[in-house]
């Protein structure tokens, strides 16, 4: 079991395949794209399997693929195949901007992956092309209603950005949440973008974005969440899905952290706020991985910042990765 130094049980790992994306989102990277780390240095999936075992054997039990996106990584569905075959794994779920998944759907639910998140920021094709600054809306709305259909667990994640896409707000739950039992979840802007953007306040908070969303519902109920939850969770009266807001920026659910980031070239990562503490990629490729591992595992978890604002006090430069390169 994985107890980091605030006494928190760590036993969900978002593990990044690859640093690659073919979407642009503007509040992810600058527009001229971030220099992708090469090939060699990514991970194999042999080891991103490997590390995936020894951290299941020291308590791990849910692991959420990231990227970038994960389908830009044609052998992704190898990887899938073997973690799915692992006993103890609770849980396989995956984050993904919906563009590739389309001819794996019926696959991923053969190997029981049914938790999916979907990236989407706006529900209006000329609002999405404008933020993701690429025309790929209708595929993705397209996977999004058959991963609904196929009877997945569907969250969509829809980060709301100032100037941008806060129209969508009402149209995307009226669009979604009202027809479908899939839960459209609203993000606080972060400036993970490759340094290209700064802010140390945001318009839309999580306030802001419920009171938004009251306004135009006068019947909401607060639906219990589980404590490990990033999210508010709600129910709109006579809706078939339900909607959360995460306080990403705020950060006001550090306290019941329960998350270790593992990047696609080995990076640890202890906070979304903090930066690699440690690199596993050269001790899996050498001998004895895999007790070096579970020891670099246990220091980096036993120095974890109590909450995001420690983290980011500790990391002054963090504003300058780019999301697609934190893993998520």
Known sequence: MLIDNHNRTIDYLRLAVTDRCNLRCNYCMPENGINFVKSDRLLSIDELYRLSKVLVDQGIRKIRITGGEPFMRKDLMILLRKLSAIPQLEDISMTTNATLIGN??????ELGIKNINVSLDAINP?????ITRR???ETVYGNLIKLIQEGFNVKVNFIALDGQNTDDIIPILENLTKHYPVSVRFLEEMPFNGGSKKFNEITWNHRKIFEHIASHYPSISKISSEKTSTSINYQIE??????GIIPSFTRNFCGSCNRLRITATGDVITCLYANASKNLR??????SSEEKIKEEILDAIKHRAKNGFEAEKRNKNIYENSMTSIGG
């Open 238 to 243: 006579d809706f078939a899905g339900t909607f």
């Open 126 to 130: 000329e609002t999405f092309n404008r």
């Open 135 to 137: 025309s790929q809306f």
């Open 282 to 287: 050269d001790i899996l490729r050498g001998e």
């Open 104 to 109: 794996h759907i019926l696959e991923l639910k």
